[in-house]
T-cell receptor, first 113, second 119 residues
Framework: SQQGEEDPQALSIQEGENATMNCSYK?????LQWYRQNSGRGLVHLIL?????REKHSGRLRVTLDTSKKSSSLLITASRAADTASYFC?????????????FGSGTRLLVRP | GAVVSQHPSWVICKSGTSVKIECRSL??????MFWYRQFPKQSLMLMAT?????????EQGVEKDKFLINHASLTLSTLTVTSAHPEDSSFYIC???????????????FGPGTRLLVL
């Protein structure tokens, strides 16, 4: 199953510009997380925002959460070529016996030097 | 931070053979492990949740007889793709949750993935 959609599916920007990615989800959540994945590699955890939080910062990352709209956004400021990767949001969903992490469709970000 | 390893990192096999992928939590105990599959340019799709000492819980549409999961210890879960076919070619990623009073329940660590190519 897939929790939700992300937009845009792909984003190409110039180095130094800001990149904004959006994520929508379907069910009630305890928290929402953002991950990064370089091409063909494993996942890197970026940031977690809880359902009672509206905004969170970590370095050049800024995450917002709007539980009324069931949406979140990830902003990367002053982008660098090394930020080129796929970015996924993920939410915890209660399964039969434990919580399980369900991923959004992802945004492929290309930062041009 | 905690480390999750997968072995092998890549495997090529002939159609009809079975392939076993191991997922290990190297420095922590994981009562719950998860198996994901990712096709090129797509997202991670959860296949199953594996709990130590009990049967795995499979997501809808995932054939449990084809994708055998064994979580025999607190540090090891295995995924066996039985009678593999070319359409099973994919990137398989496992993750593990560390259970600790010191950590939030949602602390989850991902393995580096195993790329499977079935000829």
């Amino acid at each position: 199953s897939q929790q939700g959609e992300e937009d845009p599916q792909a984003l190409s920007i110039q180095e130094g510009e800001n990149a904004t990615m959006n994520c929508s989800y379907k069910t009630s959540i305890n928290n929402l997380q953002w991950y990064r994945q370089n091409s063909g590699r494993g996942l890197v955890h970026l940031i977690l925002i809880r359902s009672n939080e509206r905004e969170k910062h970590s370095g050049r990352l800024r995450v917002t959460l709007d539980t009324s709209k069931k949406s979140s956004s990830l902003l990367i400021t002053a982008s660098r070529a090394a930020d080129t990767a796929s970015y996924f949001c993920a939410t915890d969903e209660l399964g039969d016996s434990s919580y399980k992490l369900i991923f959004g469709s992802g945004t492929r970000l290309l930062v041009r030097p | 931070g905690a480390v999750v390893s997968q072995h092998p990192s890549w495997v090529i096999c002939k159609s009809g053979t079975s392939v076993k992928i191991e997922c290990r939590s190297l420095d922590f105990q994981a009562t719950t492990m998860f198996w994901y599959r990712q096709f090129p340019k797509q997202s991670l799709m959860l296949m199953a949740t594996s709990n130590e000492g009990s049967k795995a819980t499979y997501e809808q549409g995932v054939e449990k007889d084809k994708f055998l999961i064994n979580h025999a210890s607190l540090t090891l879960s295995t995924l066996t793709v039985t009678s593999a076919h070319p359409e099973d070619s994919s990137f398989y990623i496992c993750s593990a949750r560390e259970v600790s009073d010191l950590l939030p329940y949602e602390t989850q660590y991902f393995g580096p993935g195993t790329r499977l190519l079935v000829l």
